[in-house]
């Protein structure tokens, strides 16, 4: 005969405004204990007055016991596991505590778990405690929760995006199908948002369920700097949410880990070295809530973890003066000007003006429009206006417009392959620049003229029957083509934002196909490719005013949130650490290229303007958070590096050599800031200017 103890926890709906309500998913969510013969199990249960039905279970301690422990080491990864599960329950307040112990041929191993409800989701501190007389070796810890979902609709933040489809077939990223046995466990430093989820279908239903972790570095660790690991593993029957202290596994491989750009290296031995006495806690959430459409179950632990983190403060921060001060003075050092030619300079040393992506160097005619009077310098409208009369003059071909211009030989050329998404961003910083400079008075005809060919150009070739964009990063031409179809009321460009609009939600909003490549450098899933749809989505509400461009921006939002650092992660020693940095704002690239960096500024003002939308706080304190955030690291000159390595990763040939050889030594916790490319520089300048606009009071 079974005993049930059941503890109902209400779930608070989530009480944030706007983007959280149309979404809040907040269901009735229960810990059940279920007493099984001297032990006890525990089962996380969604619609809990009906616990006997089987799809009800959102999450359950594994058949063998609630607590496993490996106690040997063998083929690269933990073996000689011993499960048990608890003897003894405790209420205290709101704290239901299991107790009881695991018993190994060293020593016995004393055990609790103190789950309490807490906002959307049921936290739980899990305690170790070795009463051996002598060390523990070999030890692996763990936390292992089942669901009964199968499938490859997994998120893990910024590392796994239903399985990575798009760049699976680049060989360079982390992939997952879940079928049986397949394993995707990573260091908890490499997640943006510190959870695990999975989405799956369940009696006509969509259900999902999320392991949330407080990241920390695990005592006792064999490894230098050594992290408990955040992860799934595929079962026969069951999809198994973990944390383990430390052994890490992907693309059916264990102990490796994605620290390079082009693949992974070993990263052996991760298990701890326990001593006599010793106490272990790590503490964790169990989420369980309902999936209101396909592609959308990444949504809701998304705001759970801001509701775990809350990352909003900016004390300590630099300030939008400061940075907008620094960021104009480095600027000035990239201007260029020769007679009629001017514009401002990719690279420090080399002669180029590059549109989009690294260049930008059309942003700064429509950004110092708007910021020039706080600047205080007269220069400054001059060199907007000098930089787009001479940029209109670029020459088109039969993919557009070339994107690159030699200012030392004087000419237009195109370096590479197309870089349409470079088109779009540039054609965007056209339509802001005519739109601000007709409000001034000042002579905007070339730019226009430029425009229109632009946007001609680019909305007949949407609008052809064979128009087939391999990935997101043409979403980047619905806002140009949006703001110039205001300007110039040519229908054609009406007409191409919808279709393009139509296209990349009926591809992307089930996440069959994540938003992917809009990176020049890493075809595969990235926060630069769910942008680009933002960017899009919103301007689309903006043009047509119907609710479900809104619901499609929210979705993209979310998913460009998933690459948004919620917490501070702990550095070890190095520059990071020497400059008491702060991670929490900042946004990791892809699922390839896996440092930070501050291109996340540029998303800032959609993020903001969005929040305005849905009359959501939150959404406008998480974009000024980013902004002001990746303010850190200018240095005296305004400059900053682009790649700062928050986990085990390294992009530079410098670091690439010392990884193949598996030497982690001075690389966590260190950046590259010698790739200086005009972006980092304009991507700054360009959002103020965007925040001013949107009345956020961006001088001190």
Not at 143 to 172: D, E, T
Not at 593 to 612: A, E, R, S, W
Not at 668 to 677: A, I, K, L, Q
């Amino acid at each position: 005969m079974k005993n049930y103890f059941a503890i109902s926890l209400t779930v608070l709906v989530l009480v944030m405004s706007g983007v959280f309500d149309l979404h809040s998913y907040g269901r009735p969510l229960d810990l059940r204990t279920e007493r099984d013969g001297e032990n006890y199990r525990v089962k996380i249960v969604l619609d809990g007055e009906d616990i006997l039905r089987k799809e009800s279970i959102g999450l359950q301690s594994p058949p063998e016991g609630l607590w496993s422990i490996a106690t040997e080491w063998k083929n690269s990864w933990p073996a000689g596991w011993i499960h048990a599960g608890p003897t003894e329950i405790e209420h205290v307040a709101d704290w239901t505590i299991l107790r009881g112990k695991l018993e190994t041929p060293a020593g016995t191993w004393r055990i609790s778990d103190s789950y309490r409800p807490e906002g959307n989701v049921i936290k739980c501190i899990r305690r170790f405690a070795w009463e051996g007389v002598a060390a523990a070796d070999f030890v692996t810890l763990s936390v292992r929760f089942q669901c009964p979902g199968r499938g490859s609709q997994a998120v893990l933040p910024g590392i796994l995006y239903h399985g990575n489809p798009s760049g699976a077939r680049s060989g360079r990223v982390p992939v997952y199908s879940g079928q049986p046995g397949q394993e995707a466990i990573y260091e908890e430093h490499r997640f943006p948002m510190p959870y695990a989820s999975l989405e799956w279908s369940a009696g006509g239903s969509l259900q999902g369920a999320a392991l949330h972790s407080l990241s920390s570095p695990v005592p006792f660790g064999n490894r230098l700097d050594q992290w408990w690991s955040l992860g799934l593993v595929a079962r026969e029957q069951s999809t198994e949410l973990v944390l383990l202290s430390g052994p890490c596994a992907s693309n059916g491989k264990r102990s490796v880990i994605k620290a390079l750009q082009r693949g992974f290296v070993t990263y052996d031995n991760a298990y701890l070295k326990v001593p006599p006495g010793a106490i272990i806690e790590k503490t964790f959430y169990l989420e369980a809530y309902k999936v209101r459409e396909t592609g959308s179950g990444f949504q809701q632990p998304t705001r759970t973890s801001l509701e775990i983190f809350h990352p909003y403060s900016v004390e300590g921060m630099p300030t939008f003066g400061s940075i907008i001060e620094a960021k104009y003075r480095f600027a000035k050092t990239r201007w260029y000007q020769d007679g009629d030619i001017a514009g401002f300079k990719k690279y420090p040393d080399r002669n180029f003006f590059v549109f989009g992506w690294c260049g930008q160097t059309a942003a700064l005619g429509y950004a110092l429009q708007v910021l020039a009077d706080g600047l205080h310098d007269p220069n400054a409208l001059k060199m907007a206006t000098k930089s787009l009369d001479f940029l209109s003059t670029a020459e088109f071909y039969d993919e557009g417009f070339y994107t690159w211009y030699d200012f030392k030989e004087r000419k237009w050329l195109q370096r590479g392959r197309p870089e349409l998404l470079s088109q779009g961003q540039a054609m965007l910083n056209f339509a802001n620049a005519i739109r601000t400079g007709r409000a001034k008075g000042l002579n905007v005809s070339r730019w226009e003229r430029f425009l229109r060919r632009a946007c001609d150009f680019h909305a007949k070739r949407i609008l052809k029957d064979d128009w087939k964009p391999l990935s997101t990063n043409q979403a980047f031409f619905i806002a140009p083509l949006c703001s110039a179809y205001k300007l110039f009321g040519t229908e054609i460009y009406r007409r191409a934002v919808v279709k393009a609009g139509s296209v990349y939600a009926s591809r992307h909003l089930s996440m069959d196909e994540p938003y992917w490549g809009g990176t020049l450098d890493a075809s595969c899933e990235d926060k630069e490719g769910a942008f680009a749809a933002l960017q899009g989505f919103i301007a689309l509400y903006e043009l047509n005013h119907e609710t479900k461009y809104l619901k499609w921006a929210e979705h993209a939002c979310d998913l460009v949130l998933t690459y948004m650092v919620v917490w501070d992660i702990d550095m070890p020693p190095g520059r990071l650490r020497d400059h008491g940095f702060k991670t929490r704002g900042w946004t990791a690239v892809s699922v390839q290229n896996q440092h930070i960096d501050v291109f996340g500024v540029l998303i800032t003002p959609d993020i903001y303007k969005l929040g305005q939308y849905l009359n959501s706080d939150d959404l406008k304190k998480v974009a000024i958070l980013m902004y002001r955030s990746c303010g850190q690291l200018i240095d005296p000159y305004g400059s900053q590096g682009e790649q700062p390595y928050h986990t085990n990763y390294g992009q530079h040939a410098k670091y690439t050599r010392q990884l193949k050889s598996n030497d982690l030594t001075g690389l966590r916790g260190n950046y590259f800031e010698d790739w200086t490319v005009f972006w980092i520089t304009a991507h700054f300048l360009n959002a103020a200017a965007q925040f001013k606009e949107l009345g956020v009071q961006i001088l001190d």
